[in-house]
Antibody, heavy 117, light 111 residues
Framework: EVQLVESGGGLVQPGGSLRLSCTAS????????MTWVRQAPGMGLEWVAN????????SYVPSLKGRFTISRDNARNSLYLQINGLRDEDTAIYYC??????????WGQGALVTVSS | QSALTQPRSVSGSPGQSVTISCTGT?????????VSWYQQHPGKAPKLVIF???KRPSGVPDRFSGSKSGNTASLTISGLQADDEADYYC???????????FGTGTTVTVL
């Protein structure tokens, strides 16, 4: 059974940093593109970033590039999202998801990041 | 890049059909056959129900169907059931700068 479990969310002060993790199981993690999607409270979904299997290709939504860094550790079956310079508008649930070609076929349960002083 | 445009809400009685539209541009929906739809129940993660415009993942009932014409994609739910009550989001690949854009989301209510 494919499982994706996010961790690392929490309350962070504006300007702070956070690293989210996503641990995968039930499939060959080394072979899949992976992605991060976020959802602000009561709002819609927003694609954030993705990464190819060997981490040689990473893409970001233009508005977030520079503060967000996606990475992975295939030996640990783990995906990461480093967020620096956190802003109020970064408050959201962050989901990791597996790519199936140009779609997202499995999602984690999400990690809540709250930016507040 | 703006979000794809979806109606805020649609509703139908059990057994009826509802259709949700997803309007983009010639740079996203109109340019690629990579439109997907996601169902999200309150407090839950999204679930893929349609991919590549009109394909269903294993386990998704054939009551769910997708189509596309020009810059507008559509999701139709036939034989509406109580469990179909959820938020639905479309998503399109948008090329090598924006990459992926989601729709604004539609709440389906089963009357």
């Amino acid at each position: 059974e494919v499982q994706l479990v996010e961790s690392g969310g929490g309350l962070v002060q504006p300007g702070g940093s956070l690293r989210l993790s996503c641990t995968a199981s039930g499939f060959d993690f080394n072979s899949y593109w992976m992605t991060w999607v976020r959802q602000a409270p009561g709002m819609g979904l927003e694609w954030v970033a993705n990464i190819n299997p060997d981490a040689s290709d990473r893409s970001y939504v233009p508005s977030l590039k520079g503060r967000f860094t996606i990475s992975r550790d295939n030996a640990r079956n783990s995906l990461y999202l480093q967020i620096n310079g956190l802003r109020d508008e970064d408050t959201a649930i962050y989901y990791c998801a597996r790519h199936y070609n140009w779609n997202f076929d499995y999602w984690g349960q999400g990690a809540l990041v709250t930016v507040s002083s | 890049q703006s979000a794809l445009t979806q109606p805020r809400s649609v509703s139908g009685s059990p057994g009826q059909s509802v259709t949700i539209s997803c309007t983009g541009t010639s740079s996203d929906v109109g340019a690629y056959t990579y439109v997907s739809w996601y169902q999200q129940h309150p407090g839950k993660a999204p679930k893929l129900v349609i991919f590549d415009v009109n394909k269903r993942p294993s386990g998704v009932p054939d009551r769910f169907s997708g189509s596309k014409s020009g810059n507008t994609a559509s999701l139709t739910i036939s034989g509406l059931q109580a469990d179909d009550e959820a938020d639905y989001y479309c998503c399109s690949f948008a090329g090598g700068y924006i990459f992926y854009v989601f729709g604004t989301g539609t709440t389906v209510t089963v009357l």
